[in-house]
């Protein structure tokens, strides 16, 4: 099955730097990798997704690349504010139908933005 | 107003006995998950479901079980022969596009403890 792997677990940057967090997948089937952003008390809220078939995305200050070959894809948060603190999830997917339903989250890092 | 519903918030039980947790989506997902939260462990995947009476285990499925009779509705049962069952419980749902998967939302989620 999918293994996700995220590494640090935890991140801590300055206000106005960039953060990069970075996940590995193993399944060369998985196409679909969104990550997902929890703050405290609250549920994970997608920011931003790719597919298999695009090697990078970008939503205003948040990007997401992914290298199928080597099997990872990084989140890059640029400008970073206090309240881009949070804990940050990626996932790996693959297309719908019984067991290829599965959606598999790494173990998440806490980003901490300092003031 | 759509979306996907748990309840209750917090549950309290005793050792030994088994609580349904429950999981409502009116946003006409046929895919729902079950997720245990736990401080560094991130998102483990306990049940999930891609049709109405169709589930399959997760990465940690022992100690549970899931019915899907319903497309809206997804209960997760912690038995007592889950060893420790006090985390944090998290239900999602999603839908696939022309065989492609889409984000996944998820509910407020549930706090069990046991005592």
């Known amino acids: 099955g999918e293994n996700v792997e995220q590494h640090p677990s935890t991140l801590s940057v300055q206000e106005g730097d960039s953060a990069v967090i970075k996940c590995t997948y193993s399944?060369?089937?998985?196409?679909?990798f969104p990550w997902y952003k929890q703050e405290l008390g609250k549920r994970p809220q997608l920011i931003i997704d790719?597919?298999?078939?695009?090697g990078e995305k970008k939503d205003q200050r948040i990007a997401v690349t992914l290298n199928k070959t080597a099997k990872h894809f990084s989140l890059h948060i640029t400008e970073t504010q206090p309240e881009d603190s949070a804990v940050y999830f990626c996932?790996?997917?693959?297309?719908?139908?019984?067991?290829?339903?599965?959606?598999?989250f790494g173990k998440g890092i806490t980003l901490s933005v300092r003031p | 107003d759509g979306g996907i519903t748990q309840s209750p918030k917090y549950l309290f039980r005793k050792e030994g006995q088994n609580v349904t947790l429950s999981c409502e989506q009116n946003?006409?997902?046929?895919?729902m998950y079950w997720y245990r939260q736990d401080p560094g462990q991130g998102l483990r995947l306990i049940y999930y479901?891609?049709?109405?009476?169709?589930?399959q285990k997760g990465d940690i499925a022992e100690g549970y079980s899931v019915s899907r009779e319903k497309k809206e509705s997804f209960p997760l049962t912690v038995t007592s022969a889950q060893k420790n069952p006090t985390a944090f419980y998290l239900c999602?749902?999603?839908?696939?596009?022309?065989?492609?998967?889409?984000?996944?939302?998820f509910g407020q989620g549930t706090r069990l403890t046991v005592v």
């Open positions: 999602a749902s999603r839908t696939f596009w022309a065989g492609a998967a889409t984000e996944a939302f």
């Open positions: 399944d060369s089937a998985s196409n679909y």
């Open positions: 790719i597919r298999s078939n695009v």
């Open positions: 996932a790996a997917s693959n297309a719908g139908g019984g067991a290829n339903s599965k959606l598999t």
């Open positions: 946003l006409n997902h046929d895919a």
């Open positions: 479901s891609q049709i109405v009476n169709d589930f």
